[in-house]
């Protein structure tokens, strides 16, 4: 099969099944992993397929965002186990910020009757969980995203830019091995990134889900924070790959 076959066929195979691994259609077409490896790095600079640690998948993986009303019920005792796991990391007298997600909508009902805590969120809907609750709550402000409950735009990362916390619990859209955290868009990206250069460290919440995706912007590498709080559900062989290069609570 020559070159340009080959590529067209990667290209209908991934397009056709959503997902491919190297080796395997190293096997299938006789050629090197290297070969193939090599292939779909072309490809995606073609914009045909997006590359994953061991394959690639298609466009169409991509993670958008999800309306509040659509995600609130999905993995729900899961999200409330991995808040559960973050509750542990949480020091007497902390400054806390709180990414917008249903997962750490989870952690802040765990966290009502905490009045040594500062919280600092961009979520109306954590903001509402805590109103006669005892931890100090600082809203960041900003434009409201219909639909999703966050606050962002220019007064949200002005509030971001000023303040100094101890922990930021990370909400994830997706998350890969090779391009690491990513976000929908640019906005909730740079808000997300904002939210990790004030805090002093980070913790990543995603349930099995979250993992092997991408979303359309990057917000930072794996190995610029320092874990990942996740669920039972998270299959040996993901968790093994990704154990090499972040630490799991």
């Known amino acids: 099969m020559m070159q340009l076959e080959r590529r067209t066929w ?3 195979e991934v397009r056709n099944k959503k997902r491919i691994d190297v080796e ?3 096997k299938k077409l006789n050629v090197s992993s290297m070969t193939i490896r090599r292939d779909l790095i072309e490809l995606e600079n073609e914009g045909k397929l997006i590359r994953t640690h061991g394959g690639a998948v298609s466009l169409d993986t991509l993670t958008g965002e999800v309306p509040y009303s659509s995600k609130k019920t999905k993995n729900n005792e899961k999200k409330k186990a991995i808040a559960l796991k973050a509750l542990s990391l949480i020091e007497k007298n902390s400054t806390i910020i709180m990414d917008s997600g249903t997962t750490t909508l989870e952690l802040a009902k765990l966290l009502k ?3 040594d ?3 600092v969120t961009n979520d109306i809907k954590i903001g509402n969980e805590l109103i006669d609750s005892s931890p100090r709550v600082i809203m960041t402000g900003g434009e409201l995203q219909p639909g999703i409950g966050a606050l962002y735009g220019a007064i949200t990362q002005s509030m971001l830019a000023s303040i100094n916390a101890d922990i930021f619990f990370l909400g994830a859209h997706a998350l890969d091995l090779r391009t690491g955290v990513s976000a929908p868009t640019f906005e909730k990206a740079l808000i997300k990134q904002l939210m990790k250069s004030s805090a002093e460290r980070t913790w990543l919440l995603a349930d099995y889900s979250k993992f092997n995706a991408r979303s359309f912007v990057n917000v930072c ?3 610029e924070i ?3 709080i996740t669920d039972e559900d998270l299959d040996s062989q993901t968790k093994e790959e ?3 290069v972040i630490h799991f609570l």
């Open 24 to 26: 395997n259609v190293s």
């Open 117 to 119: 805590l500062t919280i």
């Open 221 to 223: 590498n794996l190995s």
């Open 242 to 244: 990704y154990e090499k």
């Open 226 to 228: 320092q874990g990942v």
């Open 10 to 12: 990667l290209e209908m």
């Open 113 to 115: 009757s905490r009045e």
